[in-house]
């Protein structure tokens, strides 16, 4: 491999108490949490819009849940999906477009710089100490330093910059499939059936509708790859929200892998469509109206922390006593690394699990916290806490504490563990019992 050498100053552009990287669920509740508090926070975003899979992913419905009283509850309520909207075990989308506009109010508070567009290409470290972030924005490259920063990049970009230990998928390194979600309309609701995915048994006639489908697949109407159709409501009667186009063996870090990947499923959209229209009773007349304008990412690196949550631990729904997300709930998912559908051994129903702190710190680096899909966990663990209630319950939680730190001028394994759940409990939020 050919290779240069590179070096040159840099300006520092903002001296922080918190920078957050990434402003998917996890980030802008770290963010608006630390400022809260009371902290001047940066919040590095390289998209042009806040919300990571609530926005420019177009992911929902807003699964899982989590103890009472978190900035989870608070965005619902925003995104206009409250619990009241509930359907069976699962709720309805949320408005993509609305929420571009919503989640960048929520994050308009005075204490946070919002930088959009600003892509997190380095670090600064001295010794295990990371002090800053080195960003490339539409005038070049400059620093963001931070007493404490946040990795909300769900990539773990930040921690395995920073020299933390990172896995991938499973024990052979296959991750979960990427998906681009698509958002249609024009479905007659008294005809068009929902259907959430393998744990729905939602019939059309007398068949399973998952069934149907892949019966037609196995007669050449549908590639087998996509047949496992998941529609879910929308906010809007007459919208689903398709999540089931598919393409596996892709790693979302090797960026020479992002193009193809990406065109195969803005292809199987239009596959998908037309055997909505010849296929599906109420869906003869649905149309596109919008997908993903970037690649869904189901799992990338892991940043193995100073503890390593494990699926076992969440069925029997572990208690710690540095508890800092209470009552986490959501099956573990495992969308099918090899094939189509969810994986043989993909559903596995969790007791509501505690994380504890120790999952946040990644090892050998300092003045460093994760949140969100990133965290440290095994592959099957990560497939239950990814969703996004709980990502966002994290992101409240760690940006709390690194507010706690950037006031007391210390590291956060320095940080008193009671302290801070005091904190997030005097905030109304539930953490024992
Ligand atoms: C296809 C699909 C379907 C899913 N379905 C559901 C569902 O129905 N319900 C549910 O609750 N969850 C679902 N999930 C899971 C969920 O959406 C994610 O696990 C969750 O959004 C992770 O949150 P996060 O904040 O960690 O990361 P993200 O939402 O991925 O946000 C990360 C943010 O960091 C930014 N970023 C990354 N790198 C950089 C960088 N270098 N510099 C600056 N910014 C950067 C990104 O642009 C992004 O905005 C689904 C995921 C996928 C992919």
Redesign the pocket.
């Known amino acids: 491999m050919q290779k240069v050498s590179y070096s040159r100053e840099l300006e520092v552009r903002g001296s922080y108490d918190v920078v957050v ?7 802008i509740c770290a963010a608006v949490a630390a400022a809260r508090e009371g902290a001047k926070v940066a919040l ?4 042009g819009v806040v919300g ?2 609530l926005t ?2 177009y ?6 849940m989590v103890g009472k009283g978190t900035m989870r509850d608070e965005l619902v309520e925003l995104l206009g999906v409250p619990e009241n909207d509930m359907i069976g075990e699962t709720g309805r989308a949320h408005d993509f477009e609305r929420a571009k506009m919503t989640l960048a109010q929520f994050v308009n508070h005075p204490n946070i710089d919002v930088y959009l567009q ?3 290409t380095d670090v600064v470290k001295e010794g295990d100490t990371l002090k800053g972030l080195v960003v490339t924005a539409g005038e070049g490259q400059f620093v963001l330093c931070g007493k404490v920063t946040v990795d ?4 773990g ?1 930040v921690s395995y910059l920073a020299g933390a230990p990172t896995e991938k998928g499973r024990e052979d390194g296959l991750m979960q499939p990427v ?1 681009l ?1 698509f958002t249609i309309s024009g479905v007659d609701e008294n005809k068009g059936v929902i259907c959430i995915g393998d744990v729905d048994d939602v019939k059309l006639g007398d068949e399973r509708f998952l069934d149907y489908c892949m019966r037609l697949a196995k007669e050449g109407e549908l590639p087998e790859r996509i047949a496992a159709v998941r529609l879910h409501p929308m906010v809007y009667p007459g919208y689903r929200q398709v ?1 089931t186009t598919q393409v596996n063996g892709v790693d979302m870090t090797r960026v020479e892998q992002i193009f193809k990947a990406d065109l195969e499923l803005r292809e199987q959209i239009y596959t998908l469509l037309d055997f909505f229209h010849k296929h599906l009773p109420g869906y003869e007349n649905c149309r596109v109206i919008s997908s993903g304008t970037t690649t ?3 799992e990338t690196r892991r940043v193995m922390g100073d503890y390593i949550i494990t699926a076992e631990e969440m069925a029997a729904g572990c208690r710690f006593d540095d508890v800092i997300v209470h009552r986490a709930e959501f099956i573990v998912d495992i969308h099918n690394p090899e094939g189509s559908g969810q994986a043989e051994d993909h559903i596995q129903y969790c007791d509501p699990y505690d994380l504890p702190y120790r999952c946040f710190t990644p090892k050998g680096v300092e003045n460093l916290y994760t949140a ?3 965290i440290s966990g095994t592959h099957r663990a990560h497939a239950s806490y ?4 709980i ?1 966002m319950a994290m992101g409240e939680a760690v940006g709390v504490a690194a507010a706690m730190c950037a006031e007391q001028g210390i590291t956060p394994r320095k940080l008193d563990v009671k302290q801070l759940q005091k904190r997030l409990t005097d905030k109304g939020i539930e953490l024992y019992g």
């Open positions: 990287a990434g402003s998917g669920p996890a980030g590095v975003e390289r998209y990571g899979n420019a992913g992911v929902g419905p807003i699964l899982g600003t892509t997190v909300a990049t769900g990539d970009l998906t979600e999540n869904g990412v189901r969100g899909r990133c990814r969703v996004m209630s990502c």
